[in-house]
């Protein structure tokens, strides 16, 4: 079955960086694009960034574009998202999720992982 484990939350200060994993099996992760989403308390699921199954093609939420990378390795069936100058307003649950159709559009989710930024 499809399974998507999300690591390498915690806390961050502000300005600080964490790099999020998603180690994926159960499927052909080379042939799906994949995305990340958070959810922040109080508040509704927000994409935050997809990549093509390439690994060429992604696309971020304004939010954080020019502050997150996302990417990854078919090799090891593992996508990414590197976060840098975190802000309070990132803290969020992050999960990654496996696209279908495009990034936006997902059909399995990981548990997630938690990110906090504060001083």
């Known amino acids: 079955q499809v399974q998507l484990v999300e690591s390498g939350g915690g806390l961050a200060q502000p300005g600080g960086s964490l790099r999020l994993s998603c180690a994926a099996s159960?499927?052909?992760?080379?042939?799906?694009?994949m995305s990340w989403a958070r959810q922040a308390p109080g508040k509704g699921l927000e994409w935050v960034s997809g990549?093509?199954?390439?690994?060429?093609?992604?696309h971020y939420a304004d939010s954080v574009k020019g502050r997150f990378t996302i990417s990854r390795d078919n090799a090891k069936n593992t996508v990414y998202l590197q976060m840098n100058s975190l802000k309070p307003e990132d803290t969020a649950r992050y999960s990654c999720?496996?696209?279908?159709?495009?990034?936006?559009?997902?059909?399995?989710w990981g548990q997630g992982t938690q990110v906090t930024v504060s001083t």
């Open positions: 999720a496996r696209a279908i159709a495009s990034v936006a559009e997902c059909d399995y």
């Open positions: 159960g499927f052909t992760f080379s042939s799906y694009a």
């Open positions: 990549i093509y199954s390439d690994g060429i093609y992604t």
